[in-house]
């Protein structure tokens, strides 16, 4: 199994920055993509952005151009860099870890960390 721990939610003005990490711990050879989802109240939780082991991005439209996924292989982190940030993407955002668990492609999930956009 994997265990993943994030950080560096907050409050944060419309327009500000905000960087969350997520470091990975236990069978961290069996992962492949990483990636944050965000559940907002009321909603579903949704995509944000993946990356996959060799660094390939995928990002919701909604956060294209102003999020930045990053990979450390060697630290087993992921982090993810939120600029020009709106109201709307105030959120709870879960990092993610594809991994295998006796053969089967498994997600596992962070505990979350509250990303609030409010002036």
């Known amino acids: 199994q994997v265990q993943l721990v994030e950080s560096g939610g907050g409050l944060v003005q419309p327009g500000g920055s905000l960087r969350l990490s997520c470091a990975a711990s236990?069978?961290?050879?069996?992962?492949?993509?990483m990636g944050w989802y965000r559940q907002a109240p009321g909603k579903q939780r949704e995509l944000v952005a993946t990356?996959?082991?060799?660094?390939?991005?995928n990002y919701a439209d909604s956060v294209k151009g102003r999020f930045t996924i990053s990979r450390d292989n060697a630290k087993n982190e992921v982090y993810l860099q939120m600029n020009s940030l709106k109201p709307e993407d105030t959120a709870v955002y879960y990092c993610s870890a594809d991994h295998f668990v006796n053969g089967w492609l498994t997600r596992g999930w962070g505990q979350g960390t509250q990303v609030t956009v409010s002036s």
């Open positions: 236990g069978n961290i050879f069996s992962i492949n993509t």
């Open positions: 990356i996959t082991n060799g660094g390939n991005t």
